[in-house]
C-alpha cells in the first residue's frame, strides 16, 4: 500500500489551499483516511479524517470549521480542503490510512494508522 499526498505550498494567512492522497496497492473502500502534521520541534498531532463513505468525520478542535476533509468517489483518496489559515497550520501534512475498525477516538491518535503518506509542506506566511 502507498499513500501519495499533494497539494502543499505557500499561502497567506487567512488563505485557503487543498491537500489530496491517493491510495494505491489496495482497495480503501473499508478504510478510514486521514490526515495528521507535524510542525518543526513539534509531535505530530491528528488534524482530521473521513471514513470510506465520508458518513463519518473526525476533526482537532484547532481546525474544525475551517478544514474539511472528504472522500475521493473512487474512495480511495482522501482531500483536506483548508481555509482561513493561520501561521500555525504551517506543518508537513502526512496523509495516513488504517483498514481497522476501532472506537472514534481511536482514530485522533497515530496507532491505528497502518499506512503513512511521505508528507507535503504547508507554509502559511503571516
Known amino acids: 500500500v502507498q499513500l501519495q499526498a499533494s497539494g502543499g505550498g505557500l499561502v497567506q494567512a487567512g488563505g485557503s489551499l487543498s491537500l489530496s492522497c491517493v491510495a494505491s496497492g489496495r482497495t480503501f473502500n473499508t478504510y478510514i483516511m486521514g490526515w495528521f502534521r507535524q510542525a518543526p520541534g513539534k509531535e505530530r498531532e491528528f488534524v482530521a479524517a473521513?471514513?470510506?463513505?465520508?458518513?463519518?468525520?473526525y476533526y482537532a478542535d484547532s481546525v474544525k470549521g475551517r478544514f474539511t476533509a472528504s472522500r475521493g468517489a473512487a474512495k480511495s483518496t482522501v482531500n483536506l480542503q483548508m481555509s482561513s489559515l493561520k501561521p500555525e497550520d504551517t506543518a508537513v501534512y502526512y496523509c495516513a490510512a488504517t483498514d481497522k475498525i476501532y472506537g472514534a477516538a481511536y482514530y485522533y491518535t497515530p496507532r491505528p494508522y497502518d499506512y503513512w503518506g511521505q508528507g507535503t509542506l504547508v507554509t502559511v506566511s503571516s
Open positions: 473521513a471514513s470510506w463513505s465520508a458518513g463519518d468525520t
